[in-house]
């Protein structure tokens, strides 16, 4: 099993750039999420899905967008860069409800310059 | 979403037992107490999670109080490679949020 492979691992976007996180999971997971990491700090929720078709807004949804068209991949898309989202983003997944664990991608480390 | 209180930071000798403390008042009967842990540059990695009673894995053990307002991740033998940063969550529904978990120093 692959576990949560997220791509690409590193990244330096120009302001004003587009990109896509991606993230895939193999474990046939209703739930995922996306989290960013700042220097320092833990985890914030950017978006999370519960299902193929549904998404709802985290703790800092702003400057995201995401959607949830299988349930093997969960996408973070940037459609406008700032150098405020230079972040650290990790994907992760799990079975839904409050007795399962989750599982972390490896993370992306972006940039914006 | 329900608040836990962890430590900034602990630290312990190597192959002695730690115990890692955090409190969360505001638990709901329906919280699940999850903890993690984040090595340094990498994602964070399931630990283990309790509702009532205490539980045990291959990793570390968890104690939960009996008015679930407070519990203990146990770390029985630590080693070098369990210096982390361990976030105690409550889990109740849909999502879980992080706050800034307790960085752990082994001292060799």
């Known amino acids: 099993n692959a576990g949560v492979t997220q791509t690409p691992k590193f990244q330096v976007l120009k302001t004003g750039q587009s990109m896509t996180l991606q993230c895939a999971q193999d474990?046939?997971?209703?739930?995922m999420s996306w989290y960013r990491q700042d220097p320092g700090m833990g985890l914030r929720l950017i978006h999370y899905?519960?299902?193929?078709?549904?998404?709802d807004q985290g703790e800092v949804p702003n400057g995201y967008n995401v959607s949830r068209s299988t349930t093997e991949d969960f996408p973070l898309r940037l459609l406008s860069a700032a150098p405020s989202q230079t972040s650290v983003y990790f994907c992760?997944?799990?079975?839904?409800?409050?007795?399962?664990?989750?599982?972390f991608g490896s993370g992306t480390r972006l940039t914006v310059v | 979403d329900a608040k836990t209180t962890q430590p900034n930071s602990m630290e312990s000798n190597e192959e002695e037992p730690v115990h890692l403390p955090c409190n969360h008042s505001?638990?709901?009967?329906?919280?699940?107490i999850h903890w993690y842990r984040q090595l340094p540059s990498q994602g964070p990695e399931y630990v283990i999670h309790?509702?009532?009673s205490n539980v045990n894995n291959r990793m570390a053990s968890l104690a939960i109080a009996e008015d679930r307002k407070s519990s203990t991740l146990i770390l029985h033998r630590a080693t070098l490679r369990d210096a982390a940063v361990y976030y105690c969550?409550?889990?109740?529904?849909?999502?879980?949020?992080f706050g800034k978990g307790t960085r752990l120093h082994i001292l060799p």
């Open positions: 505001t638990i709901s009967g329906t919280d699940y």
């Open positions: 474990m046939n997971h209703e739930y």
């Open positions: 309790g509702l009532t």
């Open positions: 969550i409550l889990h109740r529904d849909d999502k879980i949020i």
């Open positions: 992760a997944s799990s079975f839904f409800g409050p007795y399962y664990g989750y599982t």
């Open positions: 899905s519960v299902g193929a078709g549904i998404t």
